[in-house]
């Protein structure tokens, strides 16, 4: 059976409330074994961190503040984080960005809380976990200021252009790829983008309970589970024209060496 590791769950999301344990085990009966908890707030990565302790090598976490929840960010927010990353399991600074689409928080205090996010993952060297939606240009100004001493990066969900992705490369970073691959409606962009990203430099993640995959029999299911993560994969090695087990064995190799796992 071909194995998968899904680098981005949101598994503290009220959604899954109550359900962690039948999450996990439907993600393995279905090959995910290994899984990346996003931390987006310092409750949440908390939270993730705790979950995370108890799957060893098969559940790990990020902590982070998401740009939404920046709002939050606080004299003693990153020492909180900085905390978390101490533990071996705490793989992640993120994720971390900025949001100018819904603009849950107000962009100043988006731009402080993610810079001071970039200083600690220089601090604790561990690998970043990025969040970008319609902020591409101040996005890549701040991030520049950091960039010859960042460790790598992921910019997670990419739905963005080829000519941004190639952009990203260059920097580069990798990227990460939800369902929103297989909607060739919204998204019918980023089936040219997954035929130049090249496989050493792509990971996969269902991003749940959000992002459900439009390839899916049976659109019964409204909420995304890391047990879809196959469907991911499937959308990819069809737009490449390869195998879907070259497409879980390679994203698999670039995560663990990404996240050092
Ligand atoms: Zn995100």
Not at 5 to 13: E, H, K, M, R, Y
Not at 117 to 137: D, G, M, Y
Request: charged share 25%.
């Amino acid at each position: 059976m071909n194995t998968y590791i899904d680098i981005g769950i949101n598994l503290t999301n009220k959604q899954f409330y109550n359900e962690h344990e039948e999450i996990i085990n439907r993600a393995m009966d279905n090959g995910v074994d290994c899984m990346i908890l996003t931390g987006t707030s310092v409750r949440g990565s908390q939270e993730s961190a705790e979950i995370a302790k108890e799957y060893p090598e098969i559940l790990f976490s990020t902590a982070g503040i998401h740009p939404h929840e920046a709002k939050s960010f606080n004299g003693e927010s990153i020492h909180q984080l900085r905390m978390l990353l101490q533990e071996d399991h705490v793989i992640s600074v993120g994720e971390c960005g900025l949001d100018f689409d819904r603009d849950f928080s107000p962009r100043p205090i988006q731009e402080k809380c993610y810079k001071a996010q970039l200083e600690l993952s220089i601090e604790v060297n561990k690998p970043l976990f990025l969040h970008e939606r319609s902020a591409f240009t101040r996005f890549n100004e701040l991030t520049d200021d950091y960039l010859p001493r960042l460790p790598k990066a992921v910019v997670h969900c990419f739905t963005g252009t080829l000519h941004e992705a190639r952009i990203y490369l260059d920097k580069g970073f990798y990227l990460g790829f939800t369902g929103a691959i297989s909607d060739g409606k919204r998204f019918k962009h980023l089936e040219e983008v997954i035929r130049y990203i090249p496989l050493d430099r792509m990971m996969i993640e269902t991003d749940a309970p959000y992002m459900l995959p439009k390839n899916m029999p049976g659109m019964k299911h409204r909420r995304n589970e890391p047990a879809f993560l196959p469907y991911v994969a499937q959308t990819i090695a069809h737009l490449k024209k390869i195998s879907i087990s070259e497409v879980a064995e390679e994203t698999s190799t670039t995560a663990r060496q990404f996240f050092r796992l």
